[in-house]
């Protein structure tokens, strides 16, 4: 597109609505260096200090603000967020690896998964709340709610899984057949290995969306909170610069996350390239 | 020279489309067999099928005595080179070729010390020596080709299926791979079964030459069989060295729309397709109004184009319907005189020298 | 069955369709059963529930419609269903008018394939930390003595802060805008990637003016980004009672959050009739858009 004047104007609107994007999150950022424990969340800054950040770690003496409950909070959500990775990677890779022989009822069984990443979570976490209410089963985090949170993120491994597997070159395993090796360590030694780069992406997607998952833990996980139930909690009542504080560090959190994912795929695609350029010459 | 594998009716389907359709086939031990097919006559559906790769819709195999159609691919002890080498890029040389011995269900070799003793004399066999810790996308096509026989042969299969192994390759290391791939086998003392689409690789590799043509086989002999007496018109066409004729046998002639030729004395073939067909390298090409014995055969064409390759010509020449039929010269024979585009010539031939199919 | 055949026709090995094999069957029945145990059961159990008998604390499995007769007599009910809509088409609307200009110049002016990348990188980053304190980010943006009021303020464009930036409907749908948005540009920045330039670089050659371009060539070819963006936005906007509960101060009841109320309150049957509506709502909508746009032609 070569019209000079639309072309300024749309760069002009997408700053603007990178702004649009971002603010938010940098006056929560900026409110979160508040002066305490009298300094409310809004401007201005009274004095700039870490009060909230210790208020968090509870290193402040004890004040009318009552501590977040966090530290449980963290401890259920980090536990929750690994079994949650860890059995929907299995199910997304034993999935996409049945989905790459076509067979009867595959599209049946394909939206049937998908589904997961569709339906909102405020029906299935009702849904699953009645199942347990009607059996007369005790919801738990680490029990209804972790098996919502696999029928959430199992959709998203298997659909990173399930495009990794598609580039896969069959032959390499036919190959290790033909040596005499047997499927299932066909599959530890050279395919497993061979798709690893998709399997980091799947757990990758599966630990983030369970620890950031709260819809559905909200209605299946009982008494006992988890870290986006004890902020969730905080929106009834009067906020204060802690909740701040504590979204500065889970989004530094997350970010040091996705820091070493980033690492360790250049480490694997450097590899790659390092490879191919060997191939050219 | 026993049998080592014997495959008897062998059907597959795909939809409609029939890869296998009946085949039999029975391979020699310890030989070197050649499978010529051109693309889509089923011949990599028929490889896959002996490796277990695809499950049969009928029919037996039977490998060195035993049936084999439900046995899995890792427990039939038949070893498979892939057109694309397939090797592990994750691995490497020594890796790859370790791979079988180490890791396979049967009897494998876990003692590191004879894994490498294994490794190194197989390394030496296929003339990889100095390589054994490249990355396997390290080394050349050449190099990737001995790699993947290397790998195969070190389980010592008694059988190994080789998917167009010199496909991949460039012409000049084809040839080389041609000798080398035959001394190989030689030194194993196993059956090679090398499928490929060019004829003049299986004629020159085949202990014992198989065409595959529509799902069965169409013809298995030794090289000079296939090449001086193929079985049916579908067999002459494949070799590339036939002008070949559609018509029908009448008396004592061949009758195809451009003309009737005159038979020779020799009886024409049972292949349930009735055809003619005459080879390039024996046909002379003479002025029009140069006389025909009595033994000949003549027929008048537009010279089209030649092709010089060296040791011969390949002369190009319009037929009446429009069809192209070649004749090839032996530089070592005769030197021909250079004949004038677009101009007619007779194509005279002996009538014993055709192939007459009924 | 023509379909299948072509398949196999072309890439004969382990492409023809099979029974389903042992080995298949082993590698899908783990996830199938978890999504029949953990999503469809549930979803059936809520139908059914929804036919139960609902006493003060408890229900009991008697079978009635008096919670359907609730539903649809009460005024508080409906008027969240009627809010619910109100405020899932709106933001329909503005994530569309606020997403499709950045789409199309991410997607279209911006040649350079990295700046591309670079661009759409920075709208995806805000998705990555948690939703609820993006949410919550917008408290101290809009409130009285916020962010905006004071730079209006400070500008000299008000005198007295806005308060209706807070705790009210407005303020929930700009936060809903913003979190979803994304989920706008990304579909439509795909298929504008896909325009070829050329076709409009003719356009421009026959003297065709940008509204005349954009409305005879980037707006259809970009219609299915649209409808995908859509069906992103509405299943979660109709899902949603987080950011209400987060920015309206109650005064925005969803059907969400009016279903967070009754599990509360452990009104099962009622919480059901409202999840089934929902449900049915949802369903609707998606086939309605999937209805504009033919996306196996158009994708």
């Known amino acids: 597109m070569n019209s000079s004047g639309t072309k300024f104007a749309l760069g002009v609107y997408t700053s603007l609505f990178l702004v649009f994007l971002y603010a938010p999150m940098v006056v929560l950022g900026i409110l979160s260096f508040q002066t305490g424990p009298e300094g409310g969340p809004q401007f201005p800054i009274i004095e700039w200090s870490t009060y909230w950040y210790q208020h968090l770690f509870g290193f402040t003496p004890p004040s009318r603000i009552a501590p977040l409950p966090i530290n449980e909070a963290l401890f259920r959500s980090l536990v929750l967020s690994v079994m949650t990775m860890i059995v929907s990677t299995v199910l997304g890779v034993s999935s996409a690896q049945a989905f790459r022989r076509k067979f009867r009822g595959s599209g049946v069984a394909f939206y049937l998964i998908v589904l997961g990443m569709m339906v909102p979570g405020v029906l299935v976490g009702l849904g699953m709340a009645l199942v347990a209410n009607v059996l007369g089963i005790d919801r738990h985090w680490w029990g209804t709610a972790f098996v919502l949170h696999v029928v959430y993120t199992y959709p998203f491994a298997f659909l990173v899984m399930l495009a990794i597997l598609n580039r896969f070159d069959p032959s390499v395993e036919e190959a290790a057949w033909s040596l005499g090796v047997s499927p299932i360590r066909t599959f530890r030694k050279i395919t497993f290995p061979l798709i690893f780069p998709g399997v980091l992406s799947a757990m990758l997607f599966a630990f983030t969306l369970s620890y950031d998952e709260f819809s559905r833990t909200l209605f299946a996980s009982g008494r006992d909170l988890t870290l986006p139930l004890a902020i969730y909690g905080t929106f009834s009542v009067e906020v204060h610069p802690n909740v701040f504080a504590f979204g500065v560090l889970t989004t530094i959190f997350s970010f040091a996350l996705l820091g070493v994912y980033a690492a360790l795929m250049t480490l694997s695609i450097r590899r790659a390239k390092r490879i191919a350029i060997q191939e050219e010459a | ?358 | 069955m023509t379909i299948i055949a072509e398949t196999a026709s072309r890439a004969p090995p382990a492409v023809a369709a099979k029974k389903v094999s042992d080995k298949t069957l082993w590698l899908l029945a783990p996830g199938l059963l978890w999504m029949l145990l953990f999503l469809v059961v549930p979803m059936l159990m809520m139908v059914y529930v929804s036919f139960w008998t609902q006493t003060t604390f408890k229900i009991s499995p008697i079978l009635t419609v008096q919670s359907w007769v609730t539903f649809f007599t009460s005024e508080t009910y409906l008027s969240a269903l009627w809010t619910t809509v109100r405020i899932w088409l709106i933001v329909l609307v503005t994530t569309l008018l606020v997403g499709y200009p950045a789409a199309l110049y991410v997607g279209l002016f911006v040649r350079n394939k990295t700046t591309q990348t670079v661009l759409l990188v920075f709208c995806v980053i805000p998705f990555w930390t948690s939703f609820l304190i993006r949410v919550l980010a917008w408290r101290p943006m809009l409130g009285k003595e916020g962010a905006i009021n004071l730079i209006l303020q400070a500008l000299g464009i008000i005198n007295t802060p806005i308060e209706v930036l807070l705790f009210s409907e407005l303020s929930v749908i700009i936060g809903m805008t913003q979190i979803y948005c994304v989920f706008m540009v990304g579909p439509i920045a795909f298929m504008m990637g896909r325009i070829d330039q050329s076709v409009i670089e003719a356009a421009q050659d026959m003297g065709a003016g940008f509204w005349r371009i954009f409305r005879t060539i980037i707006l259809p070819l970009t219609m299915p980004g649209v409808v995908v963006g859509a069906i992103f936005v509405s299943v979660m906007v109709l899902g949603e009672f987080a950011t209400a509960a987060a920015l309206s101060g109650r005064k925005v009841n969803l059907l969400g959050n009016i279903i967070v109320t009754q599990v509360g309150s452990l009104k099962w049957a009622f919480a059901a009739v409202v999840g089934v509506v929902l449900t049915i709502l949802m369903g609707i909508v998606v086939a309605a858009l999937l209805r504009v746009v033919d996306l196996r032609k158009a994708l």
């Open chain 2, 1 to 358: 020279m026993s049998a080592v594998l014997d495959l008897s009716n062998v059907r597959k389907t795909y939809g409609a489309l029939n890869a296998l359709d009946g085949l039999d086939l029975t391979l020699p031990d310890n030989a070197y067999v050649a499978l010529l097919g051109p693309s889509g006559s089923g011949k990599t559906t028929l490889l896959r099928v002996i490796a277990g790769f695809e499950t049969p819709d009928a029919g037996s195999l039977t490998f060195k005595g035993n049936r084999i159609e439900g046995v899995a691919p890792h427990r039939r002890d038949i070893g498979f080179v892939f057109q694309n080498f397939a090797l592990f890029p994750h691995l490497s040389v020594a890796k790859n070729i370790a791979f079988g011995l180490e890791h396979r269900d049967i009897d494998p070799v876990t003692d590191p010390k004879i894994l490498h003793t294994r490794v190194k004399d197989m390394v030496a066999l296929v003339g990889l020596d100095g390589l054994e810790e490249r990355a396997v996308t390290q080394i050349s096509g050449g190099q990737r080709q001995r790699v993947a026989l290397a790998r195969t042969l070190i389980t010592e299969p008694s059988l190994v299926l080789l998917d167009e192994p010199l496909g991949a390759l460039d012409a000049n290391l084809r040839g080389r791979m041609r000798l080398e791939l035959r001394a190989i086998r030689e030194r194993c003392g196993v059956t090679f079964l090398h499928v490929t689409g060019s004829e003049s690789e299986a004629l020159a590799m085949g202990d014992l030459v198989l065409v595959l043509d529509q799902g069965k086989i169409a013809q298995a002999a030794d090289a000079d069989t296939v090449y001086n007496q193929p079985k049916s018109p579908a067999v002459a066409r494949f070799l590339n060295c036939y002008n070949l004729f559609d018509g029908t046998l009448s008396g004592n002639g061949f009758v195809n729309p451009l003309a009737t030729f005159p038979l020779g004395g020799a009886i024409p073939r049972q292949s349930g397709q009735p055809g003619y067909a005459i080879r390039y390298d024996r046909i002379a090409v003479r002025p029009l109004d140069e006389a025909v014995a009595n033994d000949e055969v003549r027929l008048e064409a537009t010279f089209v184009a030649d092709e010089y390759s060296g040791a011969a010509i390949n002369s190009f020449f319009a037929l009446d319907d429009g069809r192209v039929f070649e004749v090839e010269s032996h530089l070592s024979q005769t030197v021909p005189a250079a004949l004038q585009p677009q101009s007619r010539y007779a194509l005279v031939w002996k009538r014993d020298d055709a192939l007459v199919y009924a």
